[in-house]
Each structure stands twice: as C-alpha cells, then as structure tokens.
C-alpha cells in the first residue's frame, strides 16, 4: 500500500517548474483564498502585495489594491490557500536529481521486486558497472538485508553497488566485492562494518565507512550529470511547493556547478549550503558566503557523528534491543573538534549527523566544549532523533537547533521498537516534547533518503501516522504537533536556523518575497486530505517559479 500511496503523490508532482519571467516586473497581488501569515499577531490576510523581491503590504484586499502600481499582476487563488515559502530544512540536491537519473529502488516493496528490478535494469544497461539507491528493507516480506547472492542472482558477473535509503549502508555483488579487494581477511574500517556469511566472507551488506571500501568500482557522475541533476532537482522541488532547501554534506564541485547555474538564471531557489568536510576549506577561511544572485549561500560544514538506526549504526547508549553492538562512531573527537575550532573562528555553523541517544549526547558534549558559552551560534543537530530525557534541555541551553525530519518518524515505526525496545522508544523523533523545552525545531526531509514532499513533512508532524494511516499504540502520538507549529517547523524555523529569521519565513511587509500555495488548506483539511493537496504557486524573490 505505501508503494501505491507514495507513487501517487510523486505523480502528483511531476510537473516541472517553469523558469521565472524575464519580462514581468510589476507588482504582483496575491488574493483569492485563505492566506496565512506565520505571524502569531496576524495569522491570516486576504492579500499579499509584492513589488520587486519583497512583500509591499499584507492585510485587506481593498489596502492591497489601492497601494499596488498600475499593470500589477492578479494572482487569485481561487480558494487555494498561500503560505510562507516552505523550506527543507535538511536535503541533498545532487542526490535529489541523480536519483530521477539513474536506477532508483525506493518504490522497491520486496527483495523478490529488487530483485526483479535490477535484472531489468541490466537487460536495458548491458555495458558498464551498475549503481542504484534507494532500497529499505525494513517493511520487505523476506525481513532481511541483500545479499551479493542475491545481486548476482540478478545480473550475473555485474559489478553493482546498490545504496541504502538512508546513505549508510551498500549492497555490492561478488564482482563489484572482488574489483575492490574486499575479502574473508579484510578488516572492519573505523567507523564501519563488514557484514560476514557463515562462511566468514563478507556477504555484499557494507554498513557507514566500510561503503569507501567499494566507492573506486563504481565511476563518480560526470560534470555534466551532476549539472543536469542539480537543474532537474531545483526544478522538481519548485514544483513541490519549495522555496529552498538547506543543502547537506556538499562536495566542492557540486556548490561551483550549483553558483554556475544559478549564475545563467538556470536555477531559481534558495539553497544553503553545509560543506562536506573535503570541501570545505573556503568556509573554513572566509566564513559564510553569498553568491551574487542571493540564492546560493554557503553557511558551514557537515559532520557526522554516527550512522543510521536501520542499519544499526546509530550510536546508543545501551545496546541494540534485537541486535548486539551499540552502534558506530564515524567522526574521531580529535579531528570533529579540530573543525570545530575552525568554524568557531570563522563564524561558521556546525551541522553534524546524530541518530542515536549516544550520538546525540557526544554531540552536545563536543559543542558544549568548542562554543565554550556562545549560544547564539545557533549550531544544529541533523536527525536528533534518538535522544535521552535529560539532553533534551541542553539543546535550549546551548542554543542547538534540533533539525529534524518528521517523515522518518513515520517510516521509522515499523523497525524502531525492534531496534530501540519500549523502555527507551519515548526517546525517538520527539518534537513536542523539544518545543516545549523552548528548542527551535526547523523540519526538513533528508531526501532523497525520503520523498522530499512538504505535504508529507507537514502531514508526518501534525499527524504522525503512517502513509496509510497507520501508527501502532505504543508510537507516542502525543509527539504530534499542531499545525501552526507545523508551519513555523517549515517555513520560520529554517529561516532562523540560517540566520535569515528578519527576512524570511513569515509573510510581513519588508520581508523577503517567498511564498508557497496549495489547491488545499492544510491548516483545516482532514490530515490525509493533506497528502492530496496540490502545489499550485511558488514564487521566490518576487518572481513566480511555479505556477499550476
């Protein structure tokens, strides 16, 4: 069911985002149907007037019409309603466009199917190594990861690499195994796993750092594939209903493809970019950056703590509950604290990766040490997803913003209580219990790890069940936030978290014209009726990115 629910909402969305008009330069009116403002004074208006990039006026229809310039363009919504720009707080761009370029298995609902895929795949692909993403075995029927038999099954003597969902884990077939020289003797990298057959050979499952082991087998995108996929991404998320998106773990290539593009007006939302630590030293340096179009800027670097609750590399605590270990640790503290310091001197935010109670609280630990009092840093822990009762205060202490995706709660649920047990479960994707605590949460989707849909994030926040409706009893419901929560979740709270609180994220007069409609109102509709409203105008800066 959730294949069929999750393939109508990306058809849903296919449509791609016209270029904006290079000839309209008029004001722009905005009426018709519910509008709200993320402004907690003056929740709602009838009407938004934007002139150049910002927003004129915001309130009564008749004020808007009298104050707009002769020739303004009328965009009635008819009846749809209008938002804040959304914003994904946590995303990959490149990985966002490569995944509608190459072999994609996140529809994938069984390893017989994965299966069945990729020999398809390979019947159509004769030549060359195959890479593919995407795959999550944790709802499959066969209840178990794949294998380098099962690939080989698939397309005999290939040498293939398939990519877990969430990035911290590969499947690589006997072949790809072989080219690497990863054998029966081959030792457990720091910070990652082979996993061994009962004959003692590695069986294919790579977990977190042990994935760089088979990385020389499969040739990296060319330029000119990561240009088309940053284009095809930009393009796919105006057309969801995105405004901007906070870039995560970027490579040096990538951000220079990305500014040229932007450059050319070939490329029309907001990115914020976190620097992977192997291209980040102009960060390092300068500090935070904007391009000469505004659009691409560059906050800090990424780092990560820890792997995946899935694959069990989230760093906890106390075991596993269905497994042994206690997850992995993917950052030495000597070399995570060093870029630390380097950041701290430069003004330079600090994004790393932490899934597990363990991870979350080294986290804190190690910024506790590096900001050494600062708490207007506003350093930020991607996932915060497993996390102990008394660290939750200390994000509102240290000023650490939570950057969290509600949509991993709802597909998390139906392996986390494995993994986790009930004793510590109440730990897991808790933004009701962070809000309260006075921690700003700013909601992203981490995709392509997910959809990288704002109705699911939305609908995953305020409702916390399942695609199909489901949620076990013992899944903490009252974690759900409300819906104006919600929103600030999306549009206020990653504003803020990129220091642009003053000129994004709520509709105000002076502020930054970025908005974001639906054919529904999500701050009323039923929660699945949600899932089914259609992005309908996206404009950024002023100009009309998408338009239904």
């Not at 075991?319 to 950052?331: I, K, V």
Request: hydrophobic residues 45%.
């Amino acid at each position: 069911m959730r294949r069929f629910v999750l393939a109508a909402l990306l058809a849903a969305t296919s449509m791609t985002a016209a270029p904006p008009s290079k000839s309209w330069a008029g004001d722009l009116l905005i009426h018709g149907g519910p509008i709200h403002t993320g402004v907690d004074a003056a929740p709602t208006a009838e009407a938004v007037l934007i002139r150049d990039d910002r927003i004129l006026f915001v309130g009564p229809l008749a004020a808007a019409k009298a104050k707009a310039a002769k020739g303004v363009r009328d965009l009635d919504l008819k009846g749809a309603a209008a938002y804040p720009g959304f914003v994904d707080a946590h995303a990959h761009l490149t990985g966002i466009g490569l995944r509608e370029l190459t072999l994609n298995l996140d529809q994938t609902q069984s390893l017989a199917e994965l299966v069945t895929t990729v020999k398809a795949y390979a019947a159509a692909h004769p030549d060359g190594p195959i890479f593919g993403r995407g795959w999550i075995e944790t709802h499959w029927p066969e209840k178990r990861f794949p294998t380098k038999a099962d690939l080989d099954a698939a397309a005999p003597g290939r040498i293939m690499v398939l990519e877990r969902a969430d990035g911290h884990a590969s499947v690589a077939s006997s072949a790809a195994l072989a080219k690497a020289g990863v054998a029966t003797a081959t030792a457990d990298p720091a910070g990652g796993k082979i996993l061994k057959g009962p004959d003692g050979a590695p069986d294919g499952m790579l977990i977190d750092h042990a994935q760089a082991l088979v990385e020389g087998v499969i040739p990296p995108p060319s330029a000119a594939l990561k240009r088309e996929a940053l284009r095809k991404a930009g393009a796919l998320y105006a057309a969801r209903g995105w405004t901007g998106l906070d870039n995560m773990s970027v490579m040096g290539d990538d951000l220079a493809l990305l500014r040229d593009e932007a450059a050319k007006g070939a490329f029309h939302i907001r990115v914020d970019n976190y620097m992977d630590p192997s291209g980040a030293a102009e960060v390092l340096a300068k500090g935070p950056q904007v391009d000469p179009t505004g659009l691409i800027r560059v906050r800090g670097i990424k780092l990560y703590m820890d792997g995946a609750l899935g694959s069990r590399g989230a760093a906890l605590l106390e075991p596993y509950s269905d497994a042994e270990g206690l997850g992995l640790q993917l950052t030495p503290q000597d070399k995570g604290l060093a870029l630390m310091k380097q950041a701290k001197a430069v003004g330079a935010q600090v994004a790393m990766h932490a899934i597990g109670d363990r991870g979350n609280r080294m986290t804190l630990d190690w910024f506790e040490q590096s900001l050494a009092g600062d708490t207007q840093a506003r350093w930020r822990i991607e996932h915060s997803q497993i996390v102990a009762d008394t660290d939750v205060p200390r994000f509102a202490k240290l000023g650490v913003i939570a950057s969290m995706q509600p949509s991993h709660a709802i597909g998390d649920l139906y392996f986390a209580p494995a993994r986790l047990g009930q004793a510590r479960l109440h730990e897991g994707y808790r933004w009701k219990d962070f809000l309260k605590a006075g921690v700003v949460v700013a909601a992203g989707s981490d995709a392509p790890v997910e959809v990288g849909d704002p109705r699911i994030e939305f609908y995953a926040a305020v409702y916390r069940h399942s695609l199909t409706g489901f949620a076990n009893a013992d899944w903490h419901l009252e974690e759900a936030v409300t819906r104006a929560e919600a929103l600030k979740m999306l549009t206020l709270a990653p504003a803020y978290a990129v220091f642009r609180e003053k000129e994004l994220g709520t509709l105000e007069a002076g502020k930054k014209a970025d908005v974001t409609a639906f054919d529904k109102d999500l701050m009323t509709v039923e929660p699945k009726a949600i899932l089914t409203a259609q992005p309908v105008l996206t404009v950024v800066d002023g100009k009309v990115v998408f338009e239904r």
